[in-house]
């Protein structure tokens, strides 16, 4: 017979620490979200982390280890279907979250979480949100100018955030996933690879000239590299400009590949050279030394987060105007970058 005092083995009552994370539309504000999620994980370490995303990006949090499951978000910016976010909501709620911690501003977007019953609701108070976040900060953009910091704020409670610090993305590319991707668009690094990230969706201010872009390629080609063109589909008239400028060893891949090969076959270059854009920051994430070539916008705001990372800017008295296009008409601030600027940068990562 077991003395009284010995063990009893009883099943654990306490469960993980559900949380869902609904997630900026654009790749670069995804990217710029996976601080967070690394935060999170510090603090709850039994954390299941699930992130409701647009499809596009799904690829994306599948290289983020922290996000268990990457859900669909199936509204499109604007539109507010509010017996479909009701529905969606309703489902969720089977899933007994502790936690939604909603990162865009829109009052749209705190709906679902509001219709899933999540007890805890974290977000900026954005568009007059009370009631639908109940754990809401005020945003003091002045003090916290950088988007990633104000995302990584709401991992700890509003009386802590002031002392978190902000661990840079960090991006996971597989090797099994990358040869594949390689094979399917028949490229090899028989010569180091130069990535070039000509688009920028914003618009045409944030572009570095093609004719700049062909230069620079040129000059790489010379010293022994390939070039590599990544883009949608939107930039694949840019992209083959800047492979006709540069002629040999240039793949233009816009539009030719996946988001998620895009991110296996970037994960391969020596250096990356890029507008401020999504892809940017996707690079930066995979710890490529990156090139980052400012004209109308800041990089205090939305700058390349990585050791690795450099931008490159004239600082001409007119920038940053964040315009989509150049007000004044003669775009300065990209026109005037040569590749001359850009390319002792880039040699230094060919030599």
Sequence with gaps: MPAPWAPVSLPSLVRMTRILVVTPSWVGDCVMAQPLYRLL???????ELDVLAPAWTLPLHARMPEVAQALDNPFAHGQLRLLDRFRLGQQLQARQYDQAIVLPNSLKSALVPWF???PKRTGYLGEQRYGLLNDWRRLDEAAIPRMVDRFARLAAPENESGSVVTPNPLLTADAQQVQASMGD??????????AFCPGAEYGPAKRWPVAHFADLGKLAVAAGAQVWIFGSSKELEIGEAIASGIGDHVFNLC????LAQAIDLLSLSRAVVTNDSGLMHVAAALGRPVLAVYGSSSPIFTPPLSDSAQTISLNVSCSPCFKRECPLGHMKCLNDLTADYVWPQLFRYLS
Aim: proline share 8%; with cysteine.
């Design 41 to 47: 994980a510090i603090r709850y370490p039994d954390m």
């Design 116 to 118: 899933a019953r999540i």
């Design 185 to 194: 668009k028949h490229l090899t690094c028989h010569r180091p690879v130069v």
């Design 255 to 258: 539009g030719g590949t996946s």
